[in-house]
């Protein structure tokens, strides 16, 4: 295969996939031009790697590892720390407590939250269990993927998923639970101005 | 009165639901995204019926899943495109151009070749095997493929679509009356064609028609064959779904393989002799 080939087959079976990267990459940078250099840097390492790729392994899967490894190295010259994972059962008392936390209430508080919101509540988990939320539940990956990219067995995704999104669950009851409390305040502040005139 | 037997059973059987309780909250994500295996899934089920804090989890995480997967993905603008189309080419160039080693390159070629040719070849079993047979067959075996017409390919289709338009390459072209043939219009055409002949042929081990074709100063073959011929190959089959045909390119001759409705057409052609895909008409 002579180079213009190669570098035509290339471009051909990772077009598809830029603005997929660029979504995952955004997720976890608030500024476009780290995201764009992100992408960048990982379509040059698929290239030195490309005749490595063998037919197995799907394409989509192959990037987000390469992705996952440059995001990796990035953070790692910014030494950006994992946080300490908290450990949240079914059993912790905030999934209780709040009128929100039951099923019905849950699914409509969500309904109701912003998209940005939301991404940022994903955002603020610690590092080991965004990842694992973010490319299943956002990207759609199977665990088997979600395995292969990160690099670690498919029992782990497994429980960090669950671990992961009952953190989520816990801390966006919170936050509503707060809100609620403080649009309360203000309403009983209002009405006691008005009685008061 | 209880039976202190009855409480020490009854305080083992609560130890045992909460160390259950406690293993199959990590395995309800696979619950809710399929992914548990049957003997994992009757132990969940069994304990969702009488747990309602898993129960409550559960419902969330189904909830949690929904909603992310309704979050749309950002984009890159067309400029955002743009530039990075600009600096990978410039890059994929930069990393072809690097110096390379020739003389490594020369002496690893025929090494590779053989490699490739017989997976078990070692240097150990060469040097141990004598006698000129061996050294002749090595000879024939490292020079051989500087003396093909470089015309190859590993799918049997192309392969004799591209043996047929070698050995026609120093043969005259059949001669037929093409106002009477039925077969007196090629599949694809595009500007400036003409169809010169049109014979049966065998491809892949199915009847195919092949139609020779003027295209300006060059002859350019059609090879009509059978849907279950065309889509044989994976290599192929992959290529049409990603970008709805299949090229190659060998030393002396190009190759596009293009689906139709029922049939394929693998066109062959002196390099750069044919159309651009998106010239040609159906």
């Not at chain 1, 989509?60 to 949240?88: C, G």
């Not at chain 2, 969702?48 to 929904?66: K, V, W």
């Not at chain 2, 160039?93 to 490594?104: G, H, M, Q, R, T």
């Not at chain 2, 089959?237 to 090229?247: D, F, T």
């Amino acid at each position: 295969m002579t180079f213009l080939d190669k570098q035509k087959r290339f471009q051909q079976i990772t077009y598809p996939w830029r603005d997929r990267l660029y979504g995952v990459a955004m997720r976890q940078t608030t500024t476009r031009q780290t995201a764009e250099d992100w992408v960048q840097e990982t379509l040059l390492r698929a290239w030195k790697d490309f005749n490595q790729l063998s037919n197995g392994i799907a394409i989509y899967s192959w990037l987000l590892k390469i992705l996952d490894h440059v995001i990796a190295d990035d953070r790692r010259k910014e030494k950006r720390r994992y946080q300490l994972a908290p450990v949240i059962t079914v059993d912790d008392k905030d999934l209780f407590s709040h009128p929100c936390s039951a099923p019905g209430p849950f699914e409509n508080m969500l309904q109701q939250q912003e998209n940005d919101h939301l991404n940022q509540s994903i955002d603020n988990l610690p590092e080991e269990f965004r990842q694992v939320v973010m490319l299943r539940d956002i990207e759609g990956l199977s665990y088997n993927e979600v395995s292969y990219i990160l690099d670690i067995p498919k029992g782990t995704v497994m429980s960090r998923l669950s671990r992961g999104r009952r953190i989520l669950a816990s801390a966006l009851i919170k936050s509503n639970s707060q809100l609620s409390c403080k649009s309360k305040e203000k309403n009983k502040a209002i009405i006691a101005e008005q009685g008061n005139e | 009165m209880n039976n202190p037997t009855d409480i020490k059973t009854e305080n083992m059987n609560t130890d045992k639901w909460i160390e259950l309780h406690e293993t199959l909250q990590d395995l309800l994500a696979g619950y809710i995204d399929a992914e548990l295996e049957d003997e994992q899934i009757m132990l969940v089920e069994a304990h969702l019926i009488g747990c309602e804090a898993c129960r409550n989890d559960l419902a969330r995480q189904q909830a949690l899943s929904q909603r992310f997967e309704s979050i749309p993905s950002s984009r890159m603008t067309s400029s955002s495109h743009q530039m990075l189309d600009k600096a990978l080419d410039e890059a994929l160039l930069k990393n072809e151009c690097a110096p390379k080693k020739p003389l490594l390159n020369w002496l690893s070629s025929p090494l590779h070749f053989i490699k490739k040719i017989t997976p078990k070849f070692n240097l150990a079993t060469m040097l141990s095997a004598s006698g000129w047979s061996v050294a002749l067959l090595l000879t024939i075996i490292i020079f051989a493929p500087q003396f093909n017409s470089g015309n190859t390919s590993s799918i049997p289709m192309i392969q004799d679509a591209l043996k047929e338009y070698d050995e026609m390459q120093g043969k005259a072209l059949p001669v037929n009356n093409m106002n009477n043939n039925k077969k007196s219009k090629p599949p694809l055409s595009w500007s400036n064609t003409q169809l010169l002949s049109s014979w049966e042929t065998n491809i892949a081990g199915s009847p195919a028609q092949v139609y020779a074709i003027r295209s300006g100063h060059n002859i350019i073959f059609q090879y009509q064959v059978e849907e279950s011929v065309f889509f044989r190959n994976p290599v192929v089959r992959q290529a049409i779904v990603e970008k709805g045909n299949y090229i190659i390119h060998n030393k002396k001759t190009d190759v596009l393989a293009i689906p139709l409705s029922k049939s394929g057409v693998i066109v062959v052609g002196a390099t750069n002799s044919l159309p651009k895909p998106e010239n040609i008409i159906f």
